[in-house]
């Protein structure tokens, strides 16, 4: 056997646990539900071709799901990533103060939702602080989780918890930046803003990709905390798409499900397709900055894995 | 300026801590302070909540009947950590193994496998659980603790995460160890993780978070409710459960909290790691 191939057999080796479940529990059932969205009736009898995809899309639960997954992502998803910029701005170049606040900042992500869930139960329940306060003040009361307030809940809930995550990785970002561009920078004139905004900005957008990645998978996970504020049927401002296909999961309309599954698969499939094609273009036009990064490699490796090496 | 910076760091931090900080201190609380303060949440009446941080007597009353005198909050508790340790464990083994194979082996298919692998982490539970119940029915797995353990194993965040982990090994080091006439297992083993061990703390952290607050698999796959793990049974807090709410909710807390505060230092790197490609 040559080497090549015996390198690859290796490979293929290593990864074939995960591939054996993967494919059982993932990829060959999701093959299952695509037939379901196709046929009609229990064990798949007759074709039904493209009809439950289009009562699916002409539903309104289907179109409020989906309005409202996209204004929470739309909304919550630049937000976050603003707000979670912002503040590791805040600590870098401050040592002492990075490793105080970092591990603060992750313990939202850490606390048991249920915790979490309880204490916004005390705070904004019907007869809860907030509306005492309101109440003291001589203001009208709000009702918090059955109003269109709900949706900004849900949206602080889900930037209070996934914020330190994604600061963690922008500053690990700008502490990569090598401290010889700021001199450079200086050196030719440039103040603090057009630092930020020529140097910095720029040489965080492998960072930027990955808190966007994540942040999308965390916004999908939101669910968990609009259920548990909700239940199955919340306001209607935060009907997500996960309502629509849990819901019917339980009905067992499973047409209905598989279809709402395949379509947001599509969607995400675009969204991978077109995050890596734009990755790629920037890495093959970038060569330069690509030299930067890998400059820093080395330098993090060390002083990241003090107990390993 | 510093006087704002300052402030808004304080101010971000006090809400970062206060909803575990709350559940702390109200463990402590007795039963009759909690009928005073949280009695609306119990009995549906119309009184309005008091903001109660510490205890105007320290109890531990709630935290004794929880831990010893009725069995089952702890029965709950060794549910919750039977099934999110053997997800963490299993999750670990097979996406070290795979992320190795990703990042350091050619083969053919590799590129569109990863590409899929990605689809699926991004996308949310509810996608994949026709999919999951319509295999674990076949297997006939619904009812029993498998059937909420073996998807979670395979779920592919934790090899998405150990592919990046090791991509950042540098390439000599491996190469180094080939000389010496390592294998694949022995590079793996003896160079691979101990390196990548920021990576797998962070990966074990961030898995066990999550399952140990699963609530939709166990209300789907697991029939009976004496099987729901403790996340369950917590998120049922509107009702107004009683004066154990709070003490269940440390109870929870505590896991979670050993392990952050046992790899605080690697989660922040495991996570830096993750997010440099």
Redesign the interface.
């Known amino acids: 056997m040559s080497l090549?191939k015996r390198?690859?057999?290796?490979?293929?080796?290593?990864?074939l646990?995960?591939?054996a479940?993967?494919l059982?529990?993932?990829?060959?059932?999701?093959g299952?539900?695509v037939g379901?969205s196709f046929t009609s009736g229990i064990g798949g009898g007759t074709f039904a071709g493209w009809t439950h995809y289009a009562e699916v899309l002409q539903s309104y639960a289907f179109q409020l799901a989906a309005s409202n997954t996209f204004r929470f992502m739309g909304i919550g998803i630049p937000l976050i990533m603003v707000i979670s910029l912002c503040?590791s701005l805040?600590?870098y170049g401050n040592a002492r103060?990075t490793k105080l606040?970092?591990?603060?900042?992750?313990?939202?992500?850490?606390?048991?939702?249920?915790?979490?869930?309880?204490?916004?139960?005390?705070m904004l329940?019907e007869?809860?602080?907030f509306?005492?306060i309101l109440?003291q003040l001589g203001w009208e009361e709000k009702d918090w989780f059955q109003s269109g307030l709900a949706f900004y809940v849900l949206l602080f809930l889900y930037i209070?918890k996934n914020c330190?995550?994604n600061m963690?990785?922008f500053?690990?970002?700008l502490q990569?930046i090598p401290a010889e561009c700021e001199e450079a920078a200086k050196l030719d004139g440039a103040g603090k803003r057009q630092y930020f905004r020529y140097i910095q900005c720029p040489l965080l957008a492998?960072?930027a990709l990955?808190?966007f990645?994540m942040s999308?998978?965390n916004a999908?996970?939101c669910?968990?905390e609009a259920?548990?504020l909700g239940g199955k049927y919340p306001h209607k401002s935060i009907y997500m798409?996960?309502h629509f296909?849990?819901n019917n999961?339980e009905n067992l309309n499973?047409q209905r499900?598989?279809v709402a599954?395949i379509l947001?698969?599509l969607l995400?499939?675009l969204?991978?397709?077109l995050l890596?094609a734009g990755k790629y273009r920037s890495e093959s036009d970038g060569g330069s900055r690509k030299k930067i990064?890998r400059g820093r490699?080395?330098k993090?490796?060390s002083k990241?894995?003090p107990?390993?090496? | 300026m510093r006087m704002a910076k300052r402030g808004i760091l304080v101010l971000a931090a006090v809400l970062a801590l206060l909803p575990f900080v709350y559940t702390i201190l109200n463990a402590f609380m007795s039963a009759e302070e909690y009928y005073y303060y949280y009695g609306g949440m119990a009995t549906g009446e119309e009184v309005y909540l008091a903001f109660h941080l510490l205890p105007d007597r320290w109890s531990l009353d709630a935290l004794f009947t929880v831990l010893l005198s009725e069995p089952g909050y702890l029965m709950k508790f060794w549910n919750s950590i039977g099934i999110t340790a053997a997800i963490a464990a299993g999750q670990i083994t097979v996406s070290c193994l795979a992320g190795y194979g990703f990042s350091r082996f050619q083969f053919p298919g590799r590129r569109v496998l990863f590409v899929l692998v990605v689809i699926l982490m991004m996308m949310p539970y509810q996608v994949t659980l026709v999919s999951n119940y319509i295999i674990l029915d076949r297997l006939d797995l619904i009812g029993s603790y498998a059937a909420v353990i073996l998807p979670g194993i395979f779920s592919s965040f934790g090899v998405f995460l150990m592919k990046q982990v090791m991509d950042e090994i540098p390439k000599e080091v491996l190469e180094a160890a080939r000389l010496d006439g390592a294998g694949a297992i022995r590079r793996l083993v003896s160079i691979a993780l101990p390196i990548s061990r920021g990576g797998i703390a962070s990966l074990l952290i961030l898995n066990f978070v999550d399952n140990w607050n699963m609530v939709e698999q166990p209300m789907v796959f697991l029939k009976e409710k004496s099987k729901y793990p403790l996340s369950v049974f917590l998120a049922d807090f509107t009702a107004g459960s009683g004066p154990e709410i709070f003490a269940c909710g440390l109870l929870a807390l505590l896991p979670v909290l050993l392990l952050f505060a046992y790899f605080r230092d690697e989660l922040s790197g495991g996570i830096a790691v993750s997010g440099i490609k």
């Open positions: 090549k390198e690859s057999l290796t490979g293929i080796l290593f990864v646990p995960f591939l479940g993967f059982l529990f993932y990829i060959i059932p999701f299952i539900s379901y503040l805040l600590l103060r606040f970092q591990s603060i900042f992750l313990y939202p992500m850490v606390i048991p939702i249920g915790s979490v869930v309880m204490f916004v139960q005390v329940s007869f809860g602080i509306n005492r109440y209070w330190g995550y963690v990785l500053l690990t970002g990569a492998p960072s990955f808190v990645v999308v998978i999908f996970k669910y968990r259920y548990l798409l996960q296909m849990n999961f499973y499900l598989s599954a947001v698969f995400i499939f969204l991978v397709i890596f990064r490699g080395g993090r490796t990241r894995f107990h390993g090496t």
